[in-house]
């Protein structure tokens, strides 16, 4: 294994954010976060408890109700507040870069991109902030009664995220929720900025059982998912929530497409960030008259990908921890059990049914299932309507015949024509079914943040 040096967060080793200040946590116990690529601990953090959540929503609470954020800031106030975040990130990408690429294993190249992705989501989103419209209805049966309508923020809201995309993740949740007026959690960077008052933003767990919590939004696995609709249901007070799920994405290669050019989109739309993407393409559907030429090319692909060290420029790197490791390598001996998988690379050939577990379930790693040559579009399409996810999807094809069917008749919140995981602040994301409900990026982000507020004056009084 290789060392990696300890990473320093500005001293403030074992304290939490919570109402504008670094607080020590009621709790003494911690969770050592390591090093994908070595195993070495990097850093030391305290587990939060009760005691402390409920000192962040509180402070969350009575920021939202009786602070400026909401409700003395103007939206161009909040709107330069985001872009003093976008740019004190990109002051300090050199060491946002550095630290995240050692907490993920990704290399350097990576975080590189996924930095710019995040100042461009807080710049994206400073650009609703002062955009917030009602309608105004008019007279409809009484010609003295005036109705129209404001939107306000929802309030406070707590956030799960996940662990494959840290940093960007948490632009996705937080710009948006911070631009339409609500109070959230993020530290030393928005502390810096000067912008924020103390409570807008709190570190701490999640907020799923408290009652002071007007939102919820997770992205993560489908069971946990299903436990925070549960838990959100039965608390006592009824709230919005926004859940952002798992996915077993299909990809079909039609017999019009660019073989080679496919090959490396497939290989990449699977495998980049080690496989642990939401969204990855993970079912590849292959037409007959194509399937034993673009089989080599898969494998070839495939192989070309390099693994290197997380602070290299260039290269591929680990799943997040042994945990995920095993789970990967568990599907694949498992595929090879049920007799229904082999490995391509290993110089084996077998054609997938599509039921095999290793095909139909989520991973979350570099695996891709190849299943059985097809004959039609149409079957493709009746199979994976059964599918239980609909995150996204993607064809391969010049037919724009066969495009339009794929992409109006195939129930995913996002298709990819001719190219793979390409996700842009401006475009919503989310899914159908076992995928979740609520949409990331996009205005509709933001307007999941908005509730509207019906206003009816009697003009005559």
């Not at 607080?23 to 601990?41: K, M, R």
């Not at 290669?253 to 080679?260: E, G, I, S, Y």
């Not at 015949?401 to 195939?410: C, E, G, P």
């Not at 996002?414 to 205005?443: D, H, K, M, Q």
């Amino acid at each position: 294994m290789r060392s990696s040096a300890p990473v320093a967060c500005h001293g403030r080793t074992g304290l939490i954010y919570i109402d504008g200040r670094w607080v020590q946590s009621t709790s003494t116990a911690t969770h050592n976060v390591e090093n994908p690529d070595t195993g070495d601990v990097i850093a030391v953090v305290p587990e939060c408890n009760a005691q402390d959540l409920d000192k962040a929503v509180q402070a969350a609470y009575n920021a939202f109700h009786d602070g400026p954020w909401a409700n003395q800031f103007s939206g161009a106030e909040r709107r330069d507040a985001l872009i003093a975040v976008a740019d004190a990130i990109e002051e300090h990408r050199a060491e946002l870069e550095l630290i995240e690429s050692i907490n993920t294993g990704k290399p350097i190249s990576d975080m590189h991109v996924e930095v710019d992705d995040t100042i461009d989501l807080f710049r994206h989103f400073a650009g609703y902030a002062d955009k917030v419209e009602g309608r105004h209805i008019g007279h409809q049966t009484n010609q003295t009664i005036e109705g129209y309508t404001v939107k306000v923020p929802v309030g406070v809201v707590g956030f799960i995220n996940a662990f494959n995309y840290p940093l960007n993740l948490l632009g996705w949740k937080v710009a948006p929720a911070l631009a339409a007026g609500c109070t959230v959690y993020f530290a030393y960077l928005l502390e810096k900025t000067g912008k924020f008052p103390p409570g807008v933003f709190n570190v701490g767990q999640a907020l799923v059982d408290h009652d002071l919590v007007d939102k919820i939004g997770f992205t993560g696995s489908v069971a946990t998912g299903k436990h925070v609709i549960r838990s959100t249901a039965s608390t006592q007070n009824v709230r919005s929530t926004s859940v952002e799920l798992g996915g077993k994405s299909p990809g079909v290669v039609m017999p019009d497409a660019d073989l080679d050019k496919t090959a490396q989109l497939v290989v990449s739309g699977c495998m980049s960030n080690a496989g642990m993407n939401c969204n990855a393409l993970t079912r590849l559907w292959v037409h007959r008259d194509i399937y034993d030429e673009f089989m080599p090319k898969i494998k070839a692909a495939a192989e070309s990908m390099v693994l290197g060290a997380p602070q290299r420029r260039h290269g591929d790197g680990p799943v997040i921890d042994k945990r995920q490791f095993d789970r990967v390598m568990e599907y694949i001996r498992i595929g090879k059990e049920e007799d229904k998988a082999a490995v391509l690379t290993g110089g084996e050939r077998a054609f997938d049914r599509g039921d095999a577990r290793i095909a139909t379930e989520e991973i979350f790693g570099p695996v891709l299932s190849v299943l059985e040559p097809f004959d039609s579009l149409d079957e493709v399409i009746e199979i994976e309507r059964k599918n239980e996810f609909g995150l996204a999807a993607g064809i391969f094809s010049r037919n724009h015949q066969d495009i339009k069917k794929f992409t109006r008749k195939l129930r995913s919140g996002t298709i990819w024509v001719n190219t793979y995981n390409a996700l842009f602040s401006y475009l919503p994301f989310g899914g159908f079914r076992n995928s979740g409900f609520g949409r990331e990026l996009g205005y509709e982000s933001f307007d999941g943040y908005l509730v509207p507020k019906s206003i009816i004056d009697d003009v005559s009084y």
